[in-house]
C-alpha cells in the first residue's frame, strides 16, 4: 500500500506511538475538518481518506468550501501531471464499466501501477450516479488498494460537473495516481468535455448493432484515437472481427489528426480480458509519438488555456446569477419574454446593463 508511515494526522512530535486501528483514524477524520496543510499532505501523502475530504470539498456549494478547495489545489498541482488519462465512451451498455475493470485491474496487477477512476455524467443527479451504480462491475477495482473510484459529481451544468472532475483528476494525480481513466456516457456533449481533459480517447463499439457507422459521425472519429470493438468473444468473435476491418476501412475516409496520430481499431472482450492489454499498449505507443513530435506537450497547453477561459465564463455567469438585482429582476423579465411582450435581445441587454452599472459603481466605490 502507498499510505504513508506518518502523515500530519499520524505524527506526535518525538512520540512513537503504534498507529491507531484503520477504522479508527478513519471516523475521527471524517468528523474533523483539516487544515489546508493537512489535506495537502495527506494527499501527498497518497492518504485515500483524505483525498476523498478533498474532493467532497471541491464537489461543495459552500463558498468556504470552494475557497480551501482552490488553496489546496494550488499546492498539490507542482506534483500533477507526469500521468496517463484516459478518456472511455460508447453507448450505453457498450461495456464501459467492465472494460475500465478489465483495464484498471491490468495495470493494478500486471503493470503494478495506481490508477484512479473517475466519470462525467451529467445526468447522475437522476441516475444516481453512473459509476456507484456501476460498482458491482468494477467489483475486483473496488477492493483494490492500488485504485480509487470516484462517483461524477451530481448536480450542476456539465460545465460544472466537468469543472469538478477535472479538478478532482489533478487531486488523484497529486496523490500518486500515475493513470487517469475517465467515463463518460456516449450522449451529448459529454464526450467533448472529457476529449478536452485526457490525452487519449478510446471509443468502444459493438459488432452487429444495426447501423455498421453508429457513432461514426465526423465529430466523434476526430476525437478518438482507439475504437474497440467490445465483447468479441463467444459467437460474436467472428462478427467483431468483420466489424473492425469495416470500421478500419471508414476511417480511412477521414484526414489523419493533426497530430499525426491514425486512429487504430481493435477487438476486445472485457469478459475473458482478451484484447485489455493490447487497448493499453496502443495508449502507451500513443503518448511516445505525441511526446516525441511535441503534440502531448501543445495539446495540454491547448486544454488549460480551455481550462482557463471555461473558469472565467462559468465564474461570471455565477456572479451575474447570484447578484441580488439580478435575482429580483429576472423572473419578471423572463415572464415577459415568454409571453412576446419583449424580445429576447432586449431582455438580456437589460439585465447586462443592470449588472455594468453594479459593477461601475462598485468600481467607485473603492
Ligand atoms: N459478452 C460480453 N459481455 C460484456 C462484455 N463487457 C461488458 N459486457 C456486459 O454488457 C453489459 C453492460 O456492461 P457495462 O460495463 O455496464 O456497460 P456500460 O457501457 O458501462 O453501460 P452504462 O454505464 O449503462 O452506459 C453487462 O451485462 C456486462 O456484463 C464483454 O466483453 N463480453
Ligand atoms: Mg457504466
Known amino acids: 500500500m502507498d499510505r504513508p508511515k506518518k502523515s ?24 474533523r475538518r483539516l487544515s489546508k496543510e493537512q489535506y495537502v ?7 485515500r481518506v483524505v483525498l476523498g475530504q478533498a474532493i467532497t470539498l471541491i464537489e461543495s456549494t459552500r463558498r468556504a468550501d470552494a ?43 500486471e503493470r503494478g501501477e495506481k490508477v484512479a477512476v473517475l466519470a462525467v455524467d451529467p445526468s447522475s443527479e437522476l441516475s444516481g450516479g ?54 463518460t456516457v456516449g450522449v451529448g456533449q459529454s464526450e467533448t468535455v472529457v476529449r478536452s481533459m485526457v490525452d487519449f480517447f478510446l471509443l468502444l463499439m459493438l459488432a452487429g448493432a444495426g447501423d455498421e457507422l453508429q457513432g461514426m459521425k465526423r465529430g466523434i472519429t476526430e476525437m478518438t484515437d482507439l475504437i474497440a470493438i467490445n465483447k468479441a468473444d463467444g459467437d460474436n468473435r467472428p462478427k467483431a472481427e468483420m466489424a473492425r476491418r469495416e470500421y478500419e476501412n471508414a476511417l480511412h475516409l ?31 505507443e500513443h503518448d511516445a509519438a505525441l511526446k516525441a513530435n511535441g503534440w502531448f506537450e501543445r495539446r495540454r497547453q491547448i486544454q488549460v488555456k480551455r481550462w482557463m477561459n471555461d473558469m472565467i465564463e462559468w465564474e461570471l455567469r455565477d456572479r451575474f446569477r447570484r447578484h441580488p438585482d439580478i435575482e429580483a429582476r429576472l423572473p419578471e ?34
Open 8 to 31: 500530519a494526522l499520524t505524527e506526535l512530535p518525538g512520540v512513537e506511538l503504534p498507529a491507531p486501528p484503520a477504522d479508527l483514524l478513519q471516523r475521527v477524520r471524517k468528523r
Open 41 to 47: 499532505d495527506g494527499i501527498l501523502h497518497g492518504d
Open 67 to 109: 475557497e480551501l478547495a482552490q488553496d489546496i489545489l494550488e499546492a498539490c498541482l507542482p506534483h500533477t501531471g507526469q500521468t496517463v488519462r484516459a478518456g472511455i465512451t460508447g453507448v450505453p451498455g457498450v461495456g464501459k464499466s467492465t472494460v475500465i475493470e478489465a483495464l484498471g485491474t491490468h495495470l493494478t496487477r
Open 130 to 183: 453512473s459509476i456507484l451504480g456501476d460498482k458491482t462491475r468494477m467489483e475486483q477495482l473496488a477492493a483494490d488498494d492500488r485504485a480509487f473510484i470516484r462517483p461524477s459529481p451530481s448536480g450542476g451544468s456539465l460545465g460544472g460537473v466537468a469543472r469538478k472532475t477535472r479538478e478532482t483528476m489533478l487531486l488523484c494525480e497529486a496523490a500518486g495516481y500515475r493513470n487517469v481513466l475517465v467515463e
Open 254 to 284: 477521414f484526414a489523419p489528426s493533426p497530430s499525426g496520430w491514425s486512429p487504430r481499431v481493435v477487438t476486445c472482450s472485457a469478459h475473458t480480458r482478451e484484447g485489455i492489454a493490447g487497448i493499453w499498449d496502443v495508449v502507451l
Open 333 to 366: 423579465l423572463e415572464r415577459e419574454v415568454a409571453e412576446g411582450r419583449l424580445s429576447p435581445f432586449r431582455a438580456a441587454r437589460r439585465l447586462l446593463d443592470v449588472y455594468d452599472a453594479e459593477i461601475k459603481a462598485a468600481d467607485e466605490r473603492r
